[in-house]
Every structure is written in C-alpha cells, then in structure tokens.
C-alpha cells in the first residue's frame, strides 16, 4: 500500500468531520466527488478523499469472506487507484443512486467487476 493510500486511509477514520453540503454523508453523492478528487491527486476534500480510499481499499480485502451471494473476487495485482475508477464508473451509470449508502454500491460495484469463479 502507498504511503498516499496509508495517509488517505488514516484521514478517513478521523471522528467528527461534516460536510457543509446538503448530501447525506456516507452517500454516494457525498462522496463521489472525493473519489475523483483521490484519482487526481487534488488537495482539497482530504476528508472525503480518505472516506473514499478508505472505504475501497478495505473493500477490497473483504470479498473472499462474504455470503455466496454478496461475495466478489478482487485480483491479487488490482490497486487502490483501479478499483476506484470500478466504482466511480459504477456510480456514475446510476445518477438516480446519490442518496444510497456509498459502501452498499462500491460492493455492488464489485462484484458486478470481479465475479468469484
């Protein structure tokens, strides 16, 4: 993991951070936009920004040990950065979605990308 992914990470866990936005924090159109902020490498939404890295990097490790149905394989070689773009690319296909839970989608997202075989 990049120190870039270990700092993102970190910021996501902080307590008591609030959106001076009207979307529902944890949605996904809270934090879409500190999904492309993470991608670009842009220094603002830090918060957001970890939200995002935090939740797809630890997503990622959680496939293999959920319910048959709910269950997505991640290949070992996919980094932080691609699976974000699967998200990303996910969400923006569903506009209609930006007030369900972020996390409820990237794993749909997931497995829609990397089905177990």
């Known amino acids: 993991?990049?120190?870039?992914?270990i700092l993102l990470l970190a910021l996501a866990m902080?307590?008591?951070?609030a959106s001076a936005q009207s979307?529902?924090?944890g949605s996904v159109g809270w934090a879409l936009q500190g999904c492309r902020n993470f991608l670009a490498g842009a220094?603002?939404?830090?918060?957001?920004?970890?939200?995002?890295g935090g939740v797809v990097s630890s997503l990622m490790t959680l496939g293999h040990d959920l319910s048959p149905g709910r269950r997505y394989c991640v290949g070992d070689?996919?980094?932080v950065?691609?699976?974000?773009?699967?998200?990303?690319?996910y969400l923006e296909r569903r506009p209609i979605l930006l007030q369900e839970p972020f996390?409820?989608?990237?794993?749909?997202?997931?497995?829609?990308?990397?089905?177990?075989?």
Not at 14 to 17: D, E
Not at 43 to 49: E, G, L, S, V
């Open 103 to 117: 996390q409820a989608l990237a794993r749909e997202a997931f497995r829609e990308a990397w089905p177990c075989r």
């Open 43 to 52: 220094d603002f939404q830090a918060f957001k920004q970890g939200y995002c």
């Open 14 to 17: 902080i307590p008591g951070a």
């Open 23 to 25: 979307e529902v924090t």
């Open 81 to 89: 950065e691609q699976a974000t773009r699967v998200v990303i690319v």
């Open 77 to 79: 070689g996919v980094t």
């Open 1 to 5: 993991m990049s120190v870039h992914s």
